[in-house]
């Protein structure tokens, strides 16, 4: 990949879906089709190894195939008719049987599935990385006090593991849908013209399953050329992937503000800086993760327009699903690397978020003041009078832990003695500890069971 797309891209995602990655994957396919056929006794064996072996090195004017594509509509008729010729030129008989018995669906379908793969193995890579430097803040974190922020609000004490523990279970549950949807995504498309395997007789079982072995790619129970559902699931669950590095990205950021100063990006040459204000930390990392996060749901949304291809074979769906799915990879990829590198050089202050709970004056304490009202005065007594605490703290300028023991009725109801234990940020934790335990539980079993068959056969190309 070159040019001004690496600016919003992940390079070494992008380079298994380039065009000639494509290509060749569509070369792979016809290569392998002719050795399957011929191991069923359908083709030559001699004239399937001249095929094979052309295909293996197979050259294409990636401009001249483009532009051909565009007069007949779909790639795989100009891409055939080149190979065909490509052969050819080493065996005119080899040439004969280049094909045999597929339709232009599958060679592209295939070649697709083939890219997917080796993207997604990258994608679940840098997905582990995302977790991982998650995982590595949740520890470091799991009882350092900070604020909780509700409709942008402060609210009340949380461990800032905890929330570092919600991005983690974002990208638990993203990287594991991922994996699922590509496991069942990228697989064999294999049906000939009607999606039958009607050329091949009583041998088309032996002739597809030989292909799969070969490719390395599972089979499907029945051909998928008009059931487009497998894709369009992969496009949304990449969406929510770019979106959960997204929600992370808003936050850091947000935490970044100068009237918060929570958290950090690291400094890194020639990031983060500004054309015209020198003094200036932006945060570009989170930048490039919230760009993904916008433009990765029209991209599946085009995938889920596309479900309702017309009987056996559609019109205008199939036909441009790589150019989608590249963009969609490529989007999740560049956000979920982009917060990777953040989180990895993430630098928290745990006394910016002390002054941030003491900011409000003990205000964000008043959750459990009412709780504690609660057991004397009932729930609905408890709050009315919290509010009017927390009315007075405000308009005198003082502490709502002054307020409230200078009010006679709450001082007593509380009792004097356990006011100061209200006040306390780690007593205000709740079942954070365990929540964050089972996070952390759960990103390491998905760590444990691996991917899901996504570098399974090789290269694409």
């Known amino acids: 990949m070159s040019g001004l797309a690496l600016i919003f891209a992940d390079e070494a995602c992008a380079e298994a879906l380039t065009d000639a990655r494509l290509l060749a994957a569509m ?7 002719a050795r399957a056929s011929a191991r069923a006794g359908v083709v030559p064996a001699a004239d399937a190894e001249i095929i094979a072996r052309v295909c293996e090195r197979a050259k294409f004017d990636i401009e001249a195939l483009a532009r051909a594509a565009r007069r007949a509509g779909a790639l795989a008729l100009p891409f055939v008719r080149n190979l065909t010729e ?7 008989e080899a040439a004969r049987y280049l094909h045999f018995g597929a339709t232009s669906q599958d060679v592209t379908d295939t070649g697709v599935a083939l890219c997917l793969r080796d993207a997604i193995a990258r994608l679940d890579a840098v997905g582990l990385r995302l977790g991982d430097a998650a995982s590595v803040i949740v520890h470091a974190h799991a009882r350092t006090p900070a604020v909780a922020r509700t409709l942008l609000q402060p609210a009340l004490p949380i461990p800032f593991g905890f929330k570092a523990a919600v991005w983690l279970s974002l990208a638990t549950r993203a990287l594991a849908g991922v994996r699922a949807a590509a496991q069942a995504a990228c697989v064999l498309q294999f049906g000939g013209a009607g999606g039958t395997l009607s050329a091949f007789g009583e041998q088309g079982e032996a002739v597809a399953a030989e292909l799969a072995r070969l490719l390395g790619l599972p089979r499907a129970a029945i051909t998928w050329h008009s059931a487009r559902d497998a894709f369009a699931r992969l496009g949304a669950e990449l969406a929510i992937m770019a979106g959960a590095a997204g929600k992370i990205a808003r936050d850091v950021t947000l935490l970044m503000q100068p009237e918060i100063g929570e958290a950090f990006e690291a400094v890194v040459d020639g990031r983060g800086g500004s054309s015209s204000m020198p003094h200036k930390r932006n945060p570009a990392g989170c930048l490039l993760a919230l760009e993904a996060a916008q433009r990765a749901p029209a991209l599946a949304a085009t995938l889920l327009a596309q479900l309702g291809p017309e009987h056996e074979r559609g019109i205008g769906h199939w036909q441009s699903q790589w150019l989608t799915l ?4 490529g989007a999740a990829a560049s956000g979920v690397v982009a917060m990777a590198e953040v989180l990895e050089g993430l630098r928290l202050d745990a006394d910016a978020m002390r002054v941030n709970l003491e900011r409000s004056r003990g205000l964000v304490y008043s959750e459990a003041v ?8 009932g729930k609905a007594v408890a709050h009315a009078l919290t509010e009017q605490l927390c009315q007075s703290a405000v308009q005198s300028g003082a502490t709502l832990k002054q307020t409230l023991a200078a009010h006679p009725q709450a001082a007593a109801a509380i009792g004097v003695e356990n006011i100061d234990e209200l006040f306390v940020p780690e007593n205000c934790f709740g079942s954070a500890r365990l929540m964050i335990e089972r996070a952390l539980a759960d990103w390491e ?17």
Do not use: Y
């Open 370 to 377: 009412s709780v504690r009202l609660s057991r004397t005065l």
């Open 326 to 329: 590249h963009e969609l990879v």
């Open 445 to 461: 079993s998905l760590k444990a069971a691996g991917g899901a068959g996504a570098a399974r056969g090789g290269p694409c190309g």
């Open 86 to 92: 490509q052969v050819a030129a080493a065996s005119p």
């Open 27 to 33: 070369a792979r396919f016809e290569g392998e089709l």
